[in-house]
């Protein structure tokens, strides 16, 4: 079990950034995949979509992440933990989806509504695992050995 620590604003951007990766190829194949099925494939809605998504995204899962670091500092984390932090960005995200697509599609109608759904349902495992890969990665570790490396070349 790990512990929250005070991460620190590098290690959160790049976190977002990994995240909205995944998230992002997910989107465009949904979107792609609910257009398709409706008769109106258009892989022009499905980039613009993932595009709005990565970049509105991108600065909402920052504000997320610093918010839960500002609550959890010391306490360890559980998987319990981790599904109560995955269930508050999921209810935040596929809100923002929703708005998104029915925005881009012109109508917030069932498309843009399953559109989110289905993001719902996907999303949520790959968020978990992305968590819990990210509480296992020592970055700050890998940075002050990189820094020792550094200073000893020089």
Not at 31 to 39: M, Y
């Amino acid at each position: 079990m790990s512990t929250y620590r005070k991460e620190s604003h590098i290690r959160s951007l790049l976190k977002g950034i990994s995240w909205r990766i995944i998230a992002t190829t997910d989107t465009i194949l949904i979107v792609l995949f609910v257009t398709c099925l409706s008769g109106n494939c258009s892989i022009e809605n499905a980039l613009k979509i993932g595009a709005a998504e990565f970049l509105i995204k991108l600065f909402v899962y920052y504000l997320h992440e610093r918010i839960w670091q500002s609550f959890r500092k010391g306490e360890e984390i559980s998987n319990s933990i981790t599904l109560c932090k995955t269930i508050t960005w999921r209810a935040i995200a596929t809100a923002t989806t929703f708005l998104i697509s029915g925005a881009v599609l012109n109508s917030f109608d069932e498309i843009a509504l399953f559109i989110a759904l289905l993001e719902l349902i996907t999303k949520f495992v790959l968020y978990y695992f992305h968590e819990r890969l990210w509480l296992r990665l020592p970055l700050g570790r890998i940075r002050n050995y990189l820094l020792r490396k550094l200073k000893l070349r020089n």
